[in-house]
Each structure stands twice: as structure tokens, then as C-alpha cells.
């Protein structure tokens, strides 16, 4: 079975913080993503990443970074948290752009910012 | 721009009887269609996916949903409820286009709320 690895699953912060999320996945998928979900708004796309070193901005990246120095792990980082980044993280990989294959998420990081 | 609506927040339903979760959607060309469930505090799960053929497709745990084309659907369904299929279901729907910028798109979810 695929497996997708969220390092935390619980962090509180503080602003003004440097926050990262780390996402590792064991079945050699070119794609990984990082989506935040919120009620009432879904799953909404930060960034994704089809390959190493290789990445492209979602729907709402403003105030985030990503970062994929190899295939299985990647990173998302806030580089200074604010209250409204307050949310859950779920990261997710799949097979290649081209392949029609389902996403594969992890459990999720909560994140509350103080 | 493509885009999934799950109309219904929540729905309501007694164990036993029958389960119906709405999706209509909006992509050009023939969409790839999906649906997750997602446990409180949990990832999302995987249930079924169409990408072409039988317009009924068959999933995880019972599930199953069909496709219509005509009315751009891609309604969940179950012949029999549990208590334990309740949860938060999310449809989601992608282009069959490759390409760096095809992504996935969620519905805002809805809750399935099943009552002994």
C-alpha cells in the first residue's frame, strides 16, 4: 500500500514564526501536492511538485514555500506564520501529469497559529 | 475553468435505508471523476474513480457512482447505510489532459450523517 508520511500531526506556533511541514511518501510518485482544508471551502491547492527540484504555485500560495530536493520527500514552509494560516494540511502524491490515478493523502497536519 | 459542486452540506439518512451524495461538476472535455471520504481528524481515502466505460462504478466499503454525462453528475451512492459510513465525502474531478497545471479539484464536502 502507498503510504504518505506528515511528520506532525498537531503544532501550535506563534506568529511570526518559521513553520515546516514535511511529507514523505514511499512508492516513488513524480507527483506530491500540499492542500489546506477549511470548512466550508474544501481542499484547497498551495503547491504541487511533478518532479524534483521542480514545482508549481496552486490556487493560493501567497505565504508559502515549497521545497523537493528529493523524489520521496516535500516540504511546505511558512515563513512567517499569521493567525489566518491556522488550518489542516493534507499532503498527497500521485503517479505522472499524465497518468489518471487517484491522489494519496496523509493524515494531516493541524496547525494553530497563536 | 473547471470546477466540482457538491450542493448538499450535509445529508441525513437512517441505517438501512438508501445513500445518495450529489456532485455535478464543470470541465472541458471528458472529465476524470473522484470520490474520497474523509474520517474526523483523518487523511482522505480513496472510494472510486471514473475515467471511462461503464457509467456505474463500483468502490470501496459498498460504495458506488454513476457517471452522467447529459447531466454532468457524479452522484455517490449506497443500497444500505451503516452507522459507520459516516463521514465527510469529497468529489473531485480532473481533465484528462496532461500537462504540469492538471490538478485535481475538490468540492467543498459533505457531510453524510447516518442515525441508528
Known amino acids: 500500500d502507498v503510504k504518505v508520511t506528515q511528520s506532525s500531526r498537531y503544532l501550535v506556533k506563534r506568529t511570526g514564526e518559521k513553520v515546516f511541514l514535511e511529507c514523505v511518501q514511499d512508492?516513488?510518485?513524480?507527483?506530491m501536492f500540499w492542500y489546506r482544508q477549511d470548512p466550508g471551502l474544501g481542499l484547497r491547492l498551495i503547491y504541487f511538485s511533478y518532479d524534483v527540484k521542480m514545482k508549481e504555485k496552486g490556487d493560493i500560495p501567497e505565504g508559502y514555500s515549497v521545497s523537493r530536493e528529493k523524489k520521496e520527500r516535500f516540504s511546505l514552509i511558512l515563513e512567517s506564520a499569521s493567525t489566518n494560516q491556522t488550518s489542516m494540511y493534507l499532503c498527497?502524491?500521485?503517479?505522472?501529469?499524465?497518468?489518471?490515478?487517484?491522489?494519496?493523502f496523509g493524515e494531516g497536519s493541524r496547525l494553530t497559529v497563536l | 475553468a473547471q470546477s466540482v459542486a457538491q450542493p448538499e452540506d450535509q445529508v441525513n439518512v437512517a441505517e438501512g435505508n438508501p445513500l445518495t451524495v450529489k456532485c455535478t461538476y464543470s470541465v472541458s472535455g471528458n472529465p476524470y471523476l473522484f470520490w474520497y471520504v474523509q474520517y474526523p481528524n483523518r487523511g482522505l481515502q480513496f472510494l472510486l474513480k471514473?475515467?471511462?466505460?461503464?457509467?456505474l462504478v463500483k468502490g470501496s466499503y459498498g460504495f458506488e457512482a454513476e457517471f452522467n454525462k447529459s447531466q454532468t453528475s457524479f452522484h455517490l451512492k449506497k443500497p444500505s447505510a451503516l452507522v459507520s459510513d459516516s463521514a465527510l465525502y469529497f468529489c473531485a474531478v480532473r481533465t484528462p489532459y496532461g500537462g504540469a497545471t492538471n490538478k485535481l479539484i475538490f468540492g467543498t464536502g459533505t457531510l453524510l450523517a447516518v442515525q441508528p
Open positions: 471514473y475515467i471511462t466505460g461503464d457509467n
Open positions: 512508492m516513488d510518485h513524480e507527483n
Open positions: 498527497a502524491s500521485s503517479l505522472g501529469q499524465n497518468h489518471p490515478g487517484e491522489l494519496f
